[in-house]
């Protein structure tokens, strides 16, 4: 079992900045691959970013990509997604997920098998 736990959230002005972060806990956590949803209301949950094992490999969504930048410190346990040049269309609440083994594509929400609880990010205009 992996227990993730997401902080950082909050409400900001277009063109700010926010830093998440997802604590790990449980398992080797160098084992897992990690990986931020996103949740509007209204929504379906839709991919922000990826990272390996390793964190070797990267991806992001086109919607994120040049702003978002997702890392992780294995030593810490913890993953990160750095967030600038923030826009309304960011409002949503975050998850970071982990799978051992992806039981599909990176960036299907049903291919992870940990969840956190979320945090809220709100960018006013």
């Known amino acids: 079992q992996v227990q993730l736990v997401e902080s950082g959230g909050g409400l900001v002005q277009a063109g700010g900045s926010l830093r998440l972060s997802c604590a790990a806990s449980g398992r080797t956590f160098s084992n897992y691959v990690m990986g931020w949803f996103r949740q509007a209301p209204g929504k379906e949950r839709e991919f922000v970013a990826f990272n390996s094992w390793t964190g070797g490999r990267t991806y992001y969504a086109d919607s994120v990509k040049g702003r978002f930048t997702i890392s992780r410190d294995s030593a810490k346990n913890m993953v990160y997604l750095q967030m600038n040049s923030l826009k309304p269309e960011d409002t949503a609440v975050y998850y970071c997920?982990?799978?051992?083994?992806?039981?599909?594509?990176?960036?299907?929400?049903?291919?992870?098998?940990?969840w956190g609880q979320g945090t809220q990010v709100t960018v006013s205009s």
């Open positions: 997920a982990a799978a051992e083994l992806l039981r599909g594509v990176w960036y299907s929400p049903t291919s992870y098998d940990y």
